[in-house]
């Protein structure tokens, strides 16, 4: 006896694709492209200086400059871009420096103004360990050099930060 079909085949669902969730990972100069270039010049929020949010007529080319330092790209520099990605939309970016043993936090752009400390712990940890571990130099310590750090910083800095990060970094704000 064989089995006739029934016009109806059965398609097991597959699993819903997840989402990948928060992660950051640096982004070297050959990494970069215009996907990537677009994604850290969409980030409105500066979290290392608020009163700049506030002026939303800055020019294209000053925003680019502030973000996306060349140094920072260059593979011969002691420079770093670490981005915070949900899924493939890049949703924060970190820009550090390093000089003489003692790294410093150039920049963190954000995607928004609320909400954000997940993002910046997240940032915060991965220039951490890549401040003590990559690069050519080596760091054991690093300066968060803000000229008027969000709320959102200074209550992962003050509240939410293990002893041994706030060990590690200083906040240099104005009003500090």
């Given amino acids: 006896?064989?089995?006739?079909?029934?016009?109806?085949?059965?398609?097991?669902?597959?699993?819903?694709e997840q989402p990948q969730g928060l992660h950051v990972e640096p982004i070297e100069a050959d990494e970069l492209n215009s996907k990537i270039e677009r994604g850290i010049l969409s980030l409105e929020y500066n979290a290392l200086d608020?009163?700049?949010?506030k002026n939303m007529e800055v020019r294209r080319s000053e925003v680019k400059g502030e973000k996306l330092y060349r140094e920072h790209l260059q593979t011969s520099a002691h420079g770093t871009v670490l981005v915070a990605k949900d899924g493939e939309n890049i949703i924060g970016v970190l820009t550090l420096n390093r000089e003489a043993g003692v790294g410093m936090i150039d920049g963190i752009w954000l995607k928004d103004s609320h909400h954000q400390d997940r993002i910046i712990m997240q940032l915060l940890l991965a220039a951490k360990d890549d401040?003590?571990?990559?690069?050519?130099?080596?760091?054991?310590?690093?300066?968060?050099?803000?000229?008027?750090?969000?709320?959102?910083?200074?209550?992962?800095?003050?509240?939410?930060?293990?002893s041994d990060s706030r060990m590690f970094f200083s906040l240099e704000a104005k009003d500090n």
């Fill in 131 to 162: 401040l003590r571990t990559g690069g050519q130099v080596r760091c054991e310590a690093a300066v968060i050099k803000a000229d008027d750090p969000s709320a959102d910083l200074r209550r992962v800095f003050h509240e939410e930060l293990d």
């Fill in 1 to 16: 006896m064989d089995k006739k079909s029934t016009g109806m085949d059965m398609k097991i669902p597959q699993a819903a």
């Fill in 50 to 53: 608020i009163s700049k949010n």
